[in-house]
């Protein structure tokens, strides 16, 4: 017996093509704008649902959005599958055995990140009236649910913004992603016990044992042994000669339905398991950062907009606006998330102006909260006034973070990084066929470092660990190895050209043909952060790139490189 029509695939069709291109169009607009897409995705959202659609033709709003429940739920399922997968590339970028090697600074971080925020709200939330609470649960759950909310961060906007201002690759970027990561894993995890709690009709002391249990083993295999098994799968694939990435495209997506299939059994949101599939992906070794950005690309640009315009499509955000309870949510949120962060910096030795840096990178709410408040709402937890606070909060925090850190950054002060870079540091041909042999060469070439002989070996050891916890490969053929070291007193720099590329890894796949090797004091962290902001900004002009690829020796090359620093 067949359920849809013609009628039902036309009307479908037209909802998806009319969400999806406005939504991307006005994304790009955003973009340009260095503002998160997600915001025009849900103003694309508000504007063809009831709150402005809706109200100056219902109508024709009546036609194209049928309240009939097949053409409700063909859309609906296509914004699940959007949501789904974001979690499941979520998951994939989240480098968590990176932030475990980090623990130290970002265990702490990440523990005030996790508890003054959830304080922070919970309190307040007791005292709000009830008609904001869903009715489903208790003041305590309520209040609870929001606390959780409030501690999540977007991991994915801190990443844009960070990556914007070219220190994303920097240890400064590396300690908020390594905090983020840690705070998003284990928030989605007390969440998921919390929901899983909620949602059992009969609570007994037998179940709550099994969803607790169930939930940390599962989690626990996937984030620990989880990783080497997907590798072993994944080496059978390319051993049987399924064509690349899609095969490795193929496994991520089944691995994402099985997870959430195994939580969904467990009795804990499918969502938790997608993105808990994405982690254990994402720790592949043999997992590229090509197929990843394929994968990140393909979602963020079909599935993810179709998911947060049809947030805007379900709710009347003008009939449930309460500027009052909007402030509130705000407030707390952002109050909570950059005091702990401040507080968490602190507390593990950063100076002032790189805490208030951290501080401001944990403020945005984003995409994380967003899809968090909408379990919550469908659970009964909350109500659509509260909901429509937590995304006008999210959407406002996500705006905020970018503009606050470009900010502290023009207070760095600048340094001529060129000044670090003698000619006989430069290698306009280097012969080396892999990342490692580049590293090493560089290293040897920087000679006497300090006025005390350090062993490039060593040098190179520092180097290439510091390039396990995230590539430095910026793309467009250009990589940035760099480390800190305790025997030198001030930077150095060393630049090499290799005519052939070099396989580094680079997440738009290109081999690498320009080679910057950065050393820095160990205790001077700002120094790194300076250089390395005021080296991408050169670098990325593309017409240097190519001038430096023609140049005929070290010295036209330097000048080179003193021309495009004029002109960044």
Not at 513 to 540: C, F, H, K, N
Request: hydrophobic share 55%; net charge negative.
């Amino acid at each position: 017996m067949h359920y849809l029509s013609e009628q039902h695939i036309l009307v479908f069709l037209l909802q998806v093509a009319l969400l999806l291109g406005c939504a991307r169009a006005l994304g790009e607009l955003f973009r340009r704008w260095k503002q998160p897409s997600i915001t025009a995705e849900i103003i694309v959202g508000v504007l063809f649902g009831p709150t402005v659609f809706g109200r100056l033709s219902p109508a024709l709003h009546g036609a194209l959005f049928p309240v009939e429940e097949i053409q409700q739920n063909m859309l609906e399922t296509m914004a699940w599958v959007g949501i789904l997968f974001f979690l499941l590339k979520a998951g994939l970028e989240t480098n968590f055995a990176t932030a475990w090697r980090q623990r130290r600074q970002a265990m702490t971080l990440s523990l005030c990140d996790l508890t003054i925020p959830m304080v922070v709200a919970f309190v307040p939330c007791l005292f709000l009236p009830k008609s904001y609470m869903g009715g489903a649960g208790s003041p305590a759950m309520f209040s609870l649910f929001i606390a959780v909310i409030m501690t999540i961060s977007a991991l994915p906007v801190t990443a844009r913004v960070l990556q914007e201002l070219k220190i994303y690759r920097t240890d400064m970027g590396l300690l908020i992603m390594s905090a983020l990561t840690i705070n998003d894993v284990a928030g989605w995890i007390i969440f998921a016990i919390i929901l899983g709690l909620f949602n059992e009709a009969a609570m007994t002391l037998g179940s709550i044992v099994f969803i607790l249990s169930a939930t940390i083993i599962f989690a626990t295999l996937c984030l620990s042994v989880g990783p080497k098994v997907f590798d072993r799968i994944l080496r059978k694939i390319e051993g049987w000669g399924v064509p690349e990435p899609s095969g490795s495209l193929t496994l991520v997506c089944v691995l994402g339905l099985a997870c959430g299939a195994i939580t969904t059994w467990i009795g804990i949101h499918a969502l938790f398991g997608f993105f808990i599939a994405g982690i254990l992906a994402g720790e592949s070794a043999r997992l590229s950062e090509r197929t990843r950005n394929i994968f990140a690309q393909m979602v963020q640009a079909i599935l993810v907009p179709l998911f947060f315009a049809s947030v805007g499509l379900k709710l009347d955000f003008l009939g449930n606006f309460d500027p009052l309870l909007v402030l509130f949510i705000l407030v707390i949120g952002i109050f909570g998330r950059y005091v702990a962060a401040y507080l968490g910096a602190r507390a593990i030795g950063q100076p002032s102006l790189h805490s208030r840096l951290i501080a401001d990178a944990h403020i945005p709410g984003g995409e994380m909260q967003i899809v968090i408040g909408m379990l919550a709402l469908e659970y009964g937890v909350i109500t659509e006034t509260v909901y429509v606070a937590v995304v006008f909060g999210a959407v406002v925090t996500s705006m905020m973070s970018g503009p606050l850190m470009s900010r502290l950054l023009h207070r760095v002060e600048k340094t001529d990084w060129l000044a670090y870079l003698p000619v006989d540091h430069i290698l306009p041909n280097l012969g080396a066929a892999s990342r490692e042999a580049a590293i090493l060469a560089l290293c040897e070439a920087a000679g006497k470092i300090g006025g005390d002989h350090v062993e490039a070996e060593d040098i190179a050891a520092v180097a290439l660990a510091r390039e396990e916890q995230m590539t430095t490969a910026l793309g467009d053929g250009v990589a940035v190895p760099h480390a800190r070291l305790g025997q030198i007193d001030r930077p150095f720099v060393v630049f090499a050209r290799c005519a052939e590329g070099i396989e580094w890894n680079a997440p738009d796949g290109v081999p690498v043909r320009l080679v910057y090797l950065l050393l820095t004091p160990e205790d001077d962290p700002g120094s790194q952060l300076q250089i390395l902001r005021q080296m991408a900004q050169t670098i990325g002009q593309p017409a240097l790139r190519q001038q430096l690829i023609g140049a005929k020796d070290a010295p036209e090359m330097l000048e080179l490189m003193r021309r495009g620093e004029r002109a960044a």
